[in-house]
Structure formats: structure tokens, C-alpha cells
């Protein structure tokens, strides 16, 4: 868009200050102008109605409060007119085919040897093909907006959604989870702890030497006591009375 542009400006530019010899000015436009401006303004302009020379006066009288000249104002106005037809140009063709045919069409007609002499001739020819490209830009978008939403509705009603396998397969799982973390186990079964394989603690095996393992006593009686209450001892014979006074 900027390389075009540059071109555009540039090229115009160049004709304008060294091969543009002579001005000419359209006298019914002239005169049209003069008469409508010199009046009442710019309503007596569409005092007839709206017409494309009532148009191009208004613009046309614009360029001239900015220049303060007719011919200079038209010449100025020529080449807004063709830098929007250039850009209009480039958006239809791209549209239709792709951006880079779409800057090749535009470059050739901005670069134009006999488009760029209109420039000298102030008439309304310039605004008529800019109009003209506006209208056939804005047709072939909406063409190709209403091909597409047509192509889009036929192919989501002609082609069935399919769902990635492992999508699918990913939500049934997530389904079957949930389902069996829904289901409770209600039987009165103990649970063990050595029936937990996944809570034992595996352990392994010292590598440093550690010191013997100390071995396990058990206190006992000397004698078992009967089944009475009487727990008085009065067979003496071989025991030790170290604790008795």
C-alpha cells in the first residue's frame, strides 16, 4: 500500500511540473460554477436536483476555497480523484484473484501514460471513473461476502462434524471415572492394611554397618499363681529370702 502509494503521488507530481504544458477547463463547468458559486452558495448548485456536474461543482468549489484558483483547484481535484481510483482498483482485483495481481493492475493503471494526462482536463472524467470503480469494488464485495456465507452454510450443512478419535476417546474416559467414583461400595468388607499394595512402604536394604540387633527378652513369673486369691507362698523349700527381713 505504501510503495503504491508512492508511485501514484510521485508519478503525478513528476507530470505536473515538467510535462503538463496546458490546463483545459470544461466551459460549461466553468460557467456552471462561476454562476452557482457567485449567487446563493453551494445550494444553488443542486437547485435543478441532484446531477453529476452539480456533484463535481460542489467538490470543484472545495479545491478552489483551499487553491483560490479554478484551474489550479481542478487539476489538484484530478489527482485526488485518481489516487482513489488506483486504491479502488487494487481492492476489486484482489478480491477477484489475490494482492499481488491486484498491485500489478493498479501499478499499470497508475503509471498509465493516457489516465495521467487527464490531469490537464478539467471535466468531470475523473470523478465519473472513480465513481464507476467505487460502485464495481463495492459490488464484488459483496459478491464474494454473499458466496461465502452461501459456501459456508452448504458446507456445515453437507459435511458432518467429526470429532477427533482421541478426543472421543478421552471423554469416555473422563465419563467412566466419573461413574465409578459415583458408585460407593456398600458391603461391610474390612479393609486391611496390608491388602493396600500401594500404601506399603517399601523399604531398602542399609548398606552401612549398623550394630547388632539387640535380642528381645521376655519377663516371666517364677511361678504361676493358682486360681485362688490366696497368693501367699508357704512351701519355702529351695527359695531365696535375700528380700525378706
Not at 435543478?48 to 484551474?71: R, V
Not at 472513480?130 to 461465502?148: E, F, N, Q, S, V
Not at 452454510?153 to 465409578?180: C, F, H, R
Request: hydrophobic letters at 45%.
Amino acid at each position: 500500500m505504501i510503495i503504491l502509494s508512492s508511485i501514484t503521488i510521485i508519478v503525478r507530481i513528476y507530470y505536473v511540473n515538467y510535462l503538463m504544458s496546458e490546463v483545459n477547463i470544461n466551459e460549461d463547468v466553468y460557467n456552471a460554477a462561476k454562476v452557482s458559486i457567485g449567487a446563493s452558495g453551494l445550494t444553488s448548485a443542486f437547485a435543478e436536483g441532484f446531477q453529476m456536474q452539480s456533484l463535481y461543482i460542489c467538490t470543484l468549489y472545495l479545491a478552489f476555497l483551499i487553491f483560490g484558483n479554478f484551474t489550479v483547484a481542478g487539476v489538484y481535484l484530478n489527482i485526488v480523484y485518481q489516487f482513489i481510483t488506483v486504491f479502488l482498483v487494487f481492492i476489486a482485483i484482489k478480491n477477484v484473484t489475490n494482492r499481488y495481481v491486484g498491485f500489478a493492475g493498479s501499478l499499470i493503471l497508475a503509471i498509465f501514460p493516457v489516465y495521467v494526462n487527464t490531469l490537464s482536463k478539467v471535466t468531470m472524467q475523473n470523478m465519473l471513473i472513480c465513481i464507476a470503480a467505487l460502485a464495481g469494488a463495492i459490488t464484488i464485495l459483496l459478491l464474494r461476502w454473499m458466496y461465502h456465507r452461501k459456501h459456508t452454510a452448504n458446507k456445515s450443512i453437507s459435511e458432518p462434524i467429526i470429532e477427533d478419535p482421541a478426543v472421543i476417546q478421552k471423554s469416555d474416559s473422563e465419563k467412566n471415572d466419573i461413574n465409578t467414583d459415583l458408585i460407593q461400595d456398600t458391603s461391610l468388607r474390612e479393609i486391611r492394611y496390608d491388602d493396600l499394595e500401594d500404601n506399603k512402604v517399601q523399604y531398602i536394604e542399609n548398606p552401612l554397618p549398623v550394630p547388632k540387633r539387640r535380642e528381645h527378652k521376655e519377663m516371666d513369673y517364677a511361678f504361676e499363681p493358682s486360681g485362688s486369691d490366696d497368693y501367699d507362698i508357704k512351701d519355702l523349700t529351695g527359695k531365696d529370702f535375700y528380700d525378706i527381713e
